[in-house]
């Protein structure tokens, strides 16, 4: 076990509330962030956050507030989990209570809708003075709550720093990889929701398992491609963080963003849903590939299903239609 540190998570949903169960199971001091009293109030007394855990016990010694910089102060690592798309508006808000020495891991999987920009290019314009690290892989915050076992990836550009933040942050029933890439692990969060979208859409509408299996390998084809544009390593997209996560987003309704392609292949009314992140990635997936030339037809097609521009029907004609080429 690590030595003891303070760990101040950022986000009160469902997997803030995870990660700080896990991080308390690791043997830290652990407090949390959450903008809704309810929520703290809930953490602090029943050790349950039902609006996002349901019922789901957590390890006592969880201190959560609505208070940012009594959560923050003196922590010595810091885990942001607020969704993609709110992240870098957050960060700035609370970069005066972010102790500058601890390193910042982030949580979220996406792709800031208005710029493009991944998650670790959000923080650093956040907080230009902190460690960034990133934290992904497959990891759904229900089980982590209850302590069920799984394998995750940390990664800072100092190998140094993520080898101390996965010791840190594994837990008896959390292991955490270490590794220095970046790019690679924020990237492979990111673009799995958007194809776990599309896997649920197709098996949603009917289309069976077979088809299903064919979108998620070929989808994993425009993942590699895209990684390899950005600099990605392609043992990372092959790991846990990249084919890992996309292959248990795209087989389990557990999935917000599975389930949320399943709901539009049913012809469900999608309004009121919880978290999907890879709806607001879609768009901006599709306009990256298009800017670095990566070919990328499921991404494609996703978003513009996503946008009403074409049906799912319409989505896999024209995937078949394609041209006939080698498998690359
Ligand atoms: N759930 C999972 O299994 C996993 C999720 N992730 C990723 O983690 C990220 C967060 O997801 P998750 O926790 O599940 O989402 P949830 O919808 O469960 O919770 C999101 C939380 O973020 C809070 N929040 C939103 N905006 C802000 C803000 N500006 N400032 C402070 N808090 C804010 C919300 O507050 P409020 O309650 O007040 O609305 C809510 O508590 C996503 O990017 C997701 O992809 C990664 C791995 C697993
Ligand atoms: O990232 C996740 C599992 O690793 C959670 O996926 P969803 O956001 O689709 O529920």
């Known amino acids: 076990m690590s030595p003891q540190r303070k760990i101040a998570v950022l986000g009160g949903g469902a997997w803030g509330t995870a990660l700080a169960a896990n991080s308390r199971r690791a043997g830290h001091e652990v407090t949390l962030y959450a903008r809704n009293a309810d929520t703290v109030a809930e953490i602090n007394g029943a050790r349950t956050n039902s609006r996002y855990l349901g019922d789901v016990v957590l390890p006592d010694g969880i201190r959560a507030s609505t208070d940012a910089a009594e959560v923050l102060d003196r922590a010595d690592i810091v885990l942001a989990v607020i969704p993609a798309q709110s992240l870098g508006g957050a960060l700035k808000e609370l970069r005066p209570a972010v102790p500058v020495e601890a390193p910042v891991v982030l949580c979220a999987k996406g792709i800031e809708r208005t710029t493009g920009r ?12 902190h460690r960034i690290g990133i934290l992904s892989g ?3 915050a229900a089980d982590v709550a209850r302590g069920l076992p799984t394998a995750v990836t940390v990664a800072t550009e100092d190998e140094s720093v993520a080898a101390s933040l996965a010791r840190a942050l594994s837990g008896p029933a959390f292991r955490c990889y270490s590794s220095v890439d970046v790019t690679g692990v924020e990237l492979g969060g990111a673009i799995k929701n958007v194809l776990a979208i599309a896997a649920g859409a197709s098996t949603g509408r009917g289309f069976g398992a077979s088809a299903q299996a064919a979108l998620i390998t070929r989808g994993f084809a425009e993942l590699r491609r895209l990684g390899k544009a950005v600099g990605a390593r392609a043992e990372t997209i092959m790991g846990l963080s990249g084919l890992g996560d996309l292959m248990l987003t795209c087989s389990s309704p557990q999935s917000r963003n599975y389930s949320y392609g399943l709901a539009l292949g049913r012809g469900e009314d999608l309004s009121g849903r919880p978290l999907a992140e890879g709806v607001a990635t879609a768009p901006i997936a599709s306009e990256l590939c298009e800017r670095l030339s990566v070919k990328a037809p499921i991404i ?25 080429k080698s498998e690359d």
Do not use: C, H, Y
């Open 138 to 140: 497959p990891s759904f």
């Open 118 to 129: 991944r998650m670790s290019e959000v923080a650093r314009d956040s907080l230009p003075e």
């Open 300 to 324: 494609d097609a996703t978003a513009a299903l996503l946008d009403g521009k074409i049906t799912i029907d319409e989505a896999v004609e024209a995937l078949l239609r394609r041209p006939l």
